[in-house]
């Protein structure tokens, strides 16, 4: 199984901060990479598929790059509405595809 | 635009079965790929199985397969769960969602919370 690792696993931002979350793979997956922003008590909602293209709807200030195995999510100026946790999420192999284990962005 | 909503029973007893179902509105289930996801109270998510289109067949997680079933109903729009003997460690927010290119998960229901308790 393909293993994915987020970091940090949490972090505290200030509204206006520039915030990068990363995504590692157990082994390398191309571009097969999809981000996820969680709001709690909510499903999950995509931003980011095939490492770097922007879900429609979804703002500009959401970005993301990489390919292999080493991934990043940026999020350019925090907004309140950002205080979510993120989760990446690997398709490279057959399903059932896995997650990361997720990154909480909390105030500062 | 589609909307998914789980239903079922919010309490199952350990060893017994866990049966869902996913209705789906404004659009054919047929033609689209479909899975069921959970997250445990407080942890990340977790892929159950995953079913193709046009009855193309399943993949379920190995560490669930000898015990889930996923299934849908045309006649009825609907993507069904279920998943036998659960113990405590199956209590979970239960998510059925639809799947597009490159395992791109771009609709999910609400989510349902299935507790397992005596």
């Known amino acids: 199984d393909i293993q994915m690792t987020q970091s940090p696993s949490s972090l505290s931002a200030s509204v206006g901060d520039r915030v990068t979350i990363t995504c590692r793979a157990s082994?390398?997956?191309?571009?097969?990479l999809n981000w996820y922003q969680q709001k709690p008590g909510k499903a999950p909602k995509l931003l980011i598929y095939v490492a770097s293209s922007l879900q429609s709807g979804v703002p500009s200030r959401f970005s993301g790059s990489g390919s292999g195995a080493d991934f990043t999510l940026t999020i350019s100026r925090l907004q309140p509405e950002d205080f979510a946790t993120y989760y990446c999420q690997q398709s490279y192999s057959a399903p059932p595809w896995t997650f990361g284990q997720g990154t909480k962005v909390e105030i500062k | 635009q589609v909307q998914l909503q789980e239903s079922g029973p919010g309490l199952v007893k350990p060893s017994e079965t866990l049966s869902l179902t996913c209705t789906v509105s404004?659009?054919?289930?047929?033609?689209?790929?479909w899975s069921w996801l959970r997250q445990p109270p407080g942890k990340g998510l977790e892929w159950i199985g995953y079913?193709?289109?046009?009855?193309?067949?399943?993949n379920y997680s190995p560490s669930l397969k000898s015990r889930v079933t996923i299934s849908e109903d045309t006649s009825k729009n609907q993507i069904s769960l279920k998943l036998r003997s659960v113990t405590a460690a199956d209590t979970a927010v239960y998510y059925c969602?639809?799947?597009?290119?490159?395992?791109?998960?771009?609709?999910w229901g609400q989510g349902t919370l299935v507790t397992v308790s005596s």
């Open positions: 082994q390398s997956i191309s571009n097969y």
């Open positions: 969602a639809r799947v597009e290119e490159m395992a791109t998960i771009v609709a």
């Open positions: 404004g659009g054919s289930i047929s033609g689209s790929n």
């Open positions: 079913i193709y289109k046009n009855g193309g067949g399943t």
